[in-house]
């Protein structure tokens, strides 16, 4: 039994839930979002309560129903909260800025990184230190993420480079020197 699929999502005030056979499209304050969903899952909206039923027990379709029903939440609340991701820039003269739409990093190259932000993700730098990704789109804002901190992964010896803020670093012994 599912505990997850079977339970029932309330769509809050001010967030219109629209399905098209199997394409549901989530209207709220953060933005729009649309997408298709596996043919075996059936979803029904009565009301302002969405419920995600599967055909049968076979291994698949229990997973789905888990899945379908998460990634509807996640629609829901990106559109109401929206989501965002925390990154830390460690080393000395590692840096972030933000111009204008783009993430410009300093990470030790002999140049610049440049990196242009996707459809509906936007950047935000409090401090030079410190990179949030904003957006309505739980996978974008974690693909974004994952992408930014692909251009200088934390290293194991010092601890410089980017890496996720609740993230923790396990750190390596230097070589041992002769005694």
């Not at 010896?157 to 041992?176: D, F, H, Q």
């Given at each position: 039994?599912?505990?997850?699929?079977?339970?029932?999502?309330?769509?809050?005030?001010g967030v219109e839930v629209k399905l098209d056979g199997?394409?549901?499209?989530?209207?709220?304050?953060?933005?729009?979002?649309?997408?298709?969903?596996?043919?075996?899952?059936?979803?029904?909206?009565?009301?302002?309560?969405?419920?995600?039923?599967?055909?049968?027990?076979?291994?698949?379709?229990?997973?789905?129903?888990?899945?379908?029903?998460?990634?509807?939440?996640?629609?829901?609340?990106?559109?109401?909260?929206?989501?965002?991701?925390?990154?830390e820039v460690n080393g000395v003269g590692y840096r972030?800025?933000?111009?204008?739409?783009?993430?410009?990093?300093?990470?030790?190259?002999?140049?610049?990184?440049?990196?242009?932000?996707?459809?509906?993700?936007?950047?935000?730098?409090?401090?030079?230190?410190?990179?949030?990704?904003?957006?309505?789109?739980?996978?974008?804002?974690?693909?974004?993420?994952?992408?930014?901190?692909?251009?200088?992964?934390?290293?194991?010896?010092?601890?410089?480079?980017?890496?996720?803020?609740?993230?923790?670093?396990?750190?390596?012994?230097?070589?041992?020197g002769k005694k």
């Open positions: 039994m599912s505990r997850i699929g079977n339970k029932p999502i309330t769509v809050p005030d199997q394409t549901l499209t989530v209207k709220g304050p953060k933005g729009t979002l649309a997408k298709e969903f596996h043919k075996d899952m059936k979803i029904s909206i009565d009301g302002n309560v969405l419920k995600v039923e599967r055909p049968n027990n076979e291994p698949k379709n229990r997973s789905l129903h888990g899945l379908t029903r998460t990634l509807i939440n996640n629609m829901i609340e990106g559109t109401t909260k929206g989501f965002e991701r925390k990154l972030a800025q933000k111009q204008g739409t783009k993430l410009v990093l300093t990470l030790g190259y002999s140049h610049p990184v440049e990196m242009e932000a996707p459809e509906g993700i936007t950047f935000d730098v409090p401090t030079p230190n410190e990179i949030i990704v904003k957006g309505a789109d739980k996978e974008v804002v974690g693909q974004t993420a994952a992408v930014i901190r692909t251009k200088r992964p934390p290293e194991v010896y010092r601890g410089k480079g980017i890496k996720y803020a609740e993230e923790t670093i396990r750190r390596k012994e230097g070589k041992a």
